[in-house]
């Protein structure tokens, strides 16, 4: 809200904050207000911006390896533990889509995908594309068969 008002674009910290809370195992929400309070009034200070910008750019590239690299595991492990199977062939075509459209647009002049002439950010291509195509798989995917559980030497059904 806060971009918005101020006439910014809009920014992605959800999941680069989900991950700072992973690496710190800070989850107090004081603290983290408290925090996006202080990091608001401090890009006001041009000094500490000129001395952020000090830092070489290998070191802010290594945090920036090891903050998005979390921010993609987390995402797996959130997968596993809801028990997505990426065997099945439906998600594994929505992940492999949305995957190759967020990663590899980003290829594209700044993340920009044009995509019947409008400009689309990748990322947020790559969400929608997902969505939609999860709709559509739902909607032409045939019923599961049961499956059979063997229950000493007999097998049921579900």
Known sequence: MVFGMLGASSGTNYGENNSLMAITRNFSTPVLVAAGGIAMVLAFVGKLSA????LP??????????????????GVALM???????????????????????????????GILPIFGM??????????????????????????????KVVGDEQTAD
């Not at 001395?51 to 000090?54: C, D, P």
């Open 51 to 54: 001395l952020v910008s000090t």
């Open 57 to 74: 750019v290998f070191v802010t590239g290594g945090l920036a390896i090891y903050l998005f690299g979390v921010i993609g595991v987390q």
């Open 80 to 110: 596993q533990e809801e028990k997505v199977n990426l065997f099945d062939p439906a998600q594994l075509a929505i992940a492999a889509v949305i995957l190759v459209i967020g990663l590899g647009g980003n290829q594209f002049e700044n």
């Open 119 to 148: 400009p689309l950010p990748a990322i947020a291509t790559a969400a929608v594309v997902g969505i939609v195509l999860n709709l559509v798989l739902v909607a032409f995917r045939k019923e599961e068969p049961t499956t059979k």
